[in-house]
């Protein structure tokens, strides 16, 4: 199937584009970009006015569930979410049954995502066997099979030491670490962001400095080893500090933060919310200033959405007993558009943080719209508005924040690979 | 007179300052009841109440149970050991089969806080909070503040110092939400690891920097029980240790006023946060606490019922 993308606002920083232009998509690559662009014989033409054209978006931090958590998501559900929310790729992380931590399961991932899956999935492995944080997974295998980074994400590597060498390790082979920043003493049985809320609804919190300690390891071990390292779900001040003056000394740290993190407070807490309990906790007012600033300056390079679906009986029990995390992919877009709306980000750079930058970060060679490159790329409508209604999203799960929220803006149509996967 | 609003009573953030005094004015009536020789009214003849204690207490479970059925309700006492919580059985599943035997309330105690929120939108019949992790023990702040006013025939201006573990105290938080309602003004004082942060912001509140100050001519002085597990742990080095800069006792009880009163939560720990000369000496109102505690319970019980005396 052969497109032309007529008259869409283009934009691709990789290019430094950003123009009303047409598209034209040959055989699952992108063959040309222009005006007044005629269309191949037998190519559907879609009409892209008034939308922006972008490349791919990429979120590089969700959770398929698949296999074994499949009451929660599965790797069809998952993707129909993500490419319904403008995502052609997603990377998916190790914490399943079993874990990704062998040939094995990365090849099963890869290969339902390519017979059943709507769009690109890459996973990410264990840094650890079993997400043990005991003895490093076999990284070069995993990274042959087709894993694009290495996470336990869901917790940290406590053991500074065997983070060191999987910091040097990793480099040697030539795969990217991504860490869960988190201090676990200090998270302790902690349920939410530790703070007035949490004082006054009597829950246990969790104090940013446990965030802020584990990020500072994590930049310093990376520092001393020379080696890159990504900082997942990034939530705080100090954090957001932290990663900035490695940035500014010349470590290779990388981070991202997730939509949740610069729209809302641990104030959506407030009623025992267990759709507003995740793992960092949401914050207060100056983390998501932070977070924001942070992402206007560069600090923070990606967006992305931890995206963690729970079943209903997970999440409908009392708040202790509740599991961390909420899903993402259906809301991500609109929730950072509204960042371009409020000033922060200039669209350039959204797209940057959602496309080009996750693209750069895990080499996988996405995030930009030049001749040739594979055709994944996102039509956003960004004036569309519509309500977040449980029973309307793709995803499984339903555990989310923002049910009944109106958003603005939404994925239009979704190309992966020159294949039209989503029309909206 | 006025009309309390509420399906149930779960923190007395919840509640307006006119609810709590209601609640305590009808308190002061109920007492009188718990003097006659049949301790015994028809009030609440014919209504089910299912005590739920997920958390051990003898004070506040036997309290509640006695002021059910000195209103002529049926109650049921279920506790952790005997109930399906250790059979795997969620709260939730718990509740929907309790409702399905038709009670008119729960009285629950649990330790996640909010619980009674997650539960009051399962079911239909009220819910009372009988303490809830950290969060709040509403039927103690309402017995507290009962004593003070029978020592002082108001709350409006008292000075209350609070000592303890203020972080995990679901005591403290109902006094700090109740009193400052009601125009007192709360000092707390406890060691830095147990105040937590943010807590001046929840009403009239000073956080002191040590005892000393918090007691200084206080007309209350509320002694919050120690968690002797907490000894040795990240919070305190010791109970000898804490008692040294935390406890009440014959000197430093000198600093509040001449004839302030000093209360405990119960259980005390003697000899940890308060000595037994200050537990037994003439100051310590702590049994007209537990006495006071029946009559609270009985004004929670009838106002969620619909407040109608059938006498």
């Known amino acids: 199937m052969n497109l032309l993308i007529k008259n869409g606002r283009v934009i691709d920083p990789s290019q430094n584009i950003d123009d009303v232009l047409d598209v034209i998509v040959e055989n699952g690559l992108v063959k040309e970009i222009g005006k007044g662009l005629k269309a191949p014989s037998g190519a559907e033409i879609i009409d892209a006015t008034g939308k922006y054209v972008v490349p791919g978006l990429i979120d590089m931090h969700v959770h398929l569930r698949d296999p074994g958590l499949e009451y929660k998501e599965d790797i069809i559900s998952g993707t129909k979410a993500a490419v319904v929310g403008g995502f052609t790729s997603v990377c998916c992380m190790p914490n399943t049954k079993p874990t990704i931590d062998n040939k094995a399961i990365a090849s099963y991932i890869i290969n339902k995502a390519k017979t059943e899956g709507f769009c690109n999935v890459f996973p990410v492995g264990s840094i650890t066997y079993g997400l043990s944080g005991e003895r490093m997974s076999e990284m070069g295998e995993l990274m042959e099979s087709g894993c694009v980074g290495v996470s336990d994400d869901g917790k940290p590597v406590n053991n500074s030491e065997l983070m060191m060498r999987a910091l040097q390790y990793a480099a040697g082979i030539g795969i990217m670490v991504i860490s869960h920043a988190e201090e676990l003493e200090l998270v302790g049985e902690g349920t939410m962001n530790e703070g007035y809320t949490s004082t006054e609804l009597g829950l246990k919190g969790i104090p940013r400095v446990a965030e802020d300690i584990a990020t500072a390891r994590e930049t310093l071990l990376a520092e001393y080893t020379g080696s890159p390292i990504h900082i997942a779900h990034v939530s705080t001040k100090g954090a957001v500090r932290i990663i900035r003056e490695a940035k500014a000394r010349g470590v290779k740290v990388t981070c991202e933060t997730a939509p949740h993190y610069f729209t809302l407070t641990d104030d959506a807490v407030r009623g025992y919310n267990t759709n507003a309990k995740m793992n960092p906790p949401l914050r207060e007012a100056d983390d998501v200033a932070a977070i924001k600033e942070g992402l206007r300056d560069g600090t923070i390079d990606a967006i992305a959405t931890d995206h963690a679906p729970h079943h209903l009986d997970e999440k409908d029990v009392e708040f202790n007993v509740a599991l961390n995390g909420i899903i993402g992919l259906e809301t991500s877009l609109p929730l950072s558009l509204k960042l371009v709306d409020d000033g922060v980000l200039t669209l350039n750079q959204l797209v940057a943080a959602m496309s080009c930058q996750p693209s750069k970060i895990l080499s996988l060679n996405r995030g930009a719209l030049t001749t040739g490159a594979i055709a994944d790329i996102t039509l956003i409508d960004p004036s569309v508005e519509w309500v977040v209604e449980a029973d309307k999203l793709a995803s499984k799960s339903k555990n989310s924040p923002f049910l009944g929220w109106t958003m603005k803006g939404a994925a239009v149509v979704t190309v992966v690979g020159g294949k039209v996967v989503h029309r909206r | ?311």
């Not at chain 2, 305190?236 to 509040?256: C, D, H, Q, T, V």
């Open chain 2, 1 to 311: 007179m006025a009309e309390f609003k509420h399906k149930h009573i779960i923190a007395l953030r919840d509640l307006s300052k006119e609810d709590i005094e209601l609640l305590i004015s009808t308190a002061e009536s109920m007492r009188e009841i718990n003097n006659r020789d049949i301790k015994k009214v028809p009030t609440l003849r014919g209504k089910t109440i299912i005590n739920l204690f997920y958390e051990a207490s003898t004070r506040t479970r036997t309290s509640f149970e006695i002021a059910g059925k000195r209103l002529s309700a049926d109650t049921v006492n279920i506790t952790t050991s005997s109930s399906s919580a250790t059979k795997g059985e969620t709260l939730s599943d718990t509740a929907l089969n309790l409702l399905a035997m038709k009670p008119d309330i729960i009285v629950m105690r649990h330790s996640v806080s909010g619980s009674h929120y997650f539960l009051a939108n399962k079911v239909n019949c009220s819910i009372i909070n009988a303490g809830d992790g950290a969060h709040e023990h509403p039927s103690q702040g309402l017995l507290d503040m009962l004593t003070m006013k029978d020592r002082y025939g108001r709350l409006d201006g008292l000075k209350v110092a609070i000592v303890g573990d203020i972080t995990h105290s679901r005591v403290a938080r109902s006094n700090i939400q109740g009193l400052t309602k009601l125009g007192s003004s709360v000092f707390l004082a406890g060691p830095p690891t147990m105040l937590p942060p943010g807590v001046e912001k929840l009403g009239n509140v000073t956080v002191c920097s040590s005892m000393n100050e918090a007691l200084q001519d206080a007309d209350v002085v509320m002694m919050l029980r120690i968690q002797q597990e907490r000894q040795g742990k990240t919070l305190m080095p010791n109970a000898r240790e804490y008692s040294r800069y935390f406890g009440l006792n014959p000197n430093n009880i000198k600093l509040a006023k001449p004839n302030a009163i000093v209360m405990h939560p119960g259980p005390i720990n003697r000899g940890v946060e308060m000595s037994s000369s200050t537990v037994d000496g003439e100051q310590s109102w702590i049994l007209k606490q537990v006495e006071n505690g029946v009559a609270v319970r009985m004004a929670m019980l009838y106002h969620v019922c619909g407040g109608e005396m059938g006498e």
